[in-house]
């Protein structure tokens, strides 16, 4: 579930060595910078890199007293501009009294393909526990959104799934949405039905999934993230002017200085399961500040649905905290682990011995085939974390194996044996749109879908 393949990733040498050895002093300030990207945004530099910009302004201030604050705070203390006592303590006082009405909170996926938006509307109690049928089709404007221009704006909201919500009252839901345009009147006098907009990829995955129903596909996926400063964007307890010690203590570890910010994933966790995801587990990642959560196993469109959902409640859990969450697969540059988003596949002729263990090296073939497909649409800038390198394949070759993380497809040392079971695809990147992932494979090793798109 990790990347942490070879001396890149667990360190050399002694503990002392490794501390007196700067694995990636911080850039001059002259020098070209690459930053981060962090859902579609260039990162602001550390502080340590600013050092000549700000030069004169640090003379002037020994002057006279500046009112005027720091570009952005360096310490790790995080400080929510809102108290969130106060908030709670009125939540608190409502949460069973709501006049005979409950909130219901519509998500989408924006135009990003990455980014989540919601919004909420009030409805009646019934007596009864809310269905989704009892949810109506909704509109939003879609050209604040990348989703439509702003001549012909509206777009429809359509529930797909329902869960409870763990941040309001124990009456209140979250409804995942994907995004259609209105029917509308042709020039012809003709109506035109309601059809997905370009950027909705939950309706052609659902298309697939009724074909491929009688396999029965179960999909588990790994997502890996890394906690950020929301103000500096640079990774929670790194040092402020620098990098910390090198990978090798973070994994699974325990502890202070290597389980950096375990509050997040842990409330997160629980808020998943509150909600109804099927979160099968979490555990510290590789690099300092990363984590991981495993969503599956979930049959067909559930696994898009789930995953989507609970990056919605990471984001509402990193806002309480007042940290950012990004699913960058290469947060920080240099001998730094990126982030994937592992894709576990199975379906009932994998799961099926004797013959599962032959049916999973032909999907393997399939899968060769098609590589150059899925390599593509696996999460942008996956190119940065697909180095051959840090327990990853190469972007351009397709290889699979026997417990090896260093190929494109990994299966599990037992199938060989029990002549059934799931596989591993370690090419997606953490900012995977599940949907197109778990299309793709479904087309590909079940529908035998060959060309190159």
């Known amino acids: 579930m990790s990347e942490r393949r070879g001396e890149n990733a667990r360190g050399t040498g002694s503990t ?67 108290d969130p006592a106060i908030t709670q303590r009125w939540m608190d006082k ?76 124990p009456a209140d839901v979250i409804v995942l949405c994907d995004c259609y345009e209105p029917a509308k009147v042709m020039s012809d006098g003709s109506v035109q039905k309601m059809r997905p907009i370009p950027s909705n990829t939950r309706a052609p995955c659902a298309e697939v999934m009724k074909k491929v129903a009688a396999e029965e596909p179960w999909f588990g996926i790994e997502q890996e993230y890394t906690l950020l400063n929301a103000t500096t964007k640079w990774p929670l307890g790194w040092p402020k002017n620098g990098y910390p010690a090198p990978q090798g203590p973070y994994y699974c570890s325990v502890g202070s200085g290597v389980a950096i910010a375990r509050d997040v994933c842990e409330v997160h966790y629980r808020a998943c399961m509150y909600a109804g995801l099927n979160i099968s587990g979490i555990n510290g990642e590789v690099l300092p500040s990363q984590w991981e959560y495993q969503i599956g196993p979930c049959t067909g469109i559930d696994a898009g649905d789930h995953m989507w959902m609970s990056r919605f409640i990471m984001h509402k859990v990193c806002e309480i905290f007042g940290v950012e969450c990004t699913f960058d697969p290469k947060p920080i540059p240099g001998d730094w682990n990126g982030s994937g988003g592992h894709c576990n596949f199975s379906t009932k002729s994998t799961r099926t011995p004797p013959n599962g263990w032959k049916v999973i090296q032909e999907h393997c073939e399939k899968l060769r085939k098609r590589h150059h497909t899925h390599i593509i649409n696996y999460g942008a800038g996956n190119e940065k974390r697909l180095t051959g390198t840090h327990e990853t394949s190469g972007m351009d070759d397709f290889s699979w194996g026997v417990a090896d993380r260093g190929c494109s497809i990994r299966v599990g040392r037992n199938i060989p044996i029990e002549k059934c079971g799931y596989y591993e695809d370690r090419r997606p990147a953490s900012n995977l749109d599940p949907y197109v992932v778990c299309r793709l494979m479904c087309e590909t090793t079940l529908l035998d879908v060959t060309e190159d798109e």
């Open 16 to 82: 002392g060595e490794a501390h007196a050895r700067a694995p990636h002093p911080p850039p001059p300030s002259h020098a070209p910078v690459h930053l981060p990207k962090i859902m579609g945004r260039t990162a602001r530099r550390p502080v340590a890199e600013q050092k000549e910009d700000t030069a004169s302004v640090k003379s002037d201030q020994t002057k006279k007293k500046s009112t005027m604050s720091a570009p952005y705070m360096v310490d790790q203390e995080i400080r929510p501009l809102l």
């Open 94 to 169: 409502f949460a069973t009294d709501t006049s005979g009405k409950f909130v219901a909170e519509y998500v989408w996926i924006d135009g990003t393909g990455e980014m989540l938006r919601c919004k909420a509307r009030t409805m009646p109690k019934t007596g009864k526990a809310p269905k989704l049928s009892d949810m109506a089709l909704w509109q939003f404007d879609g050209s604040s959104t990348g989703q439509a221009p702003g001549y012909d704006s509206e777009v429809t909201l359509v529930p797909r799934a329902m869960f409870r919500d763990p941040f309001r009252g």
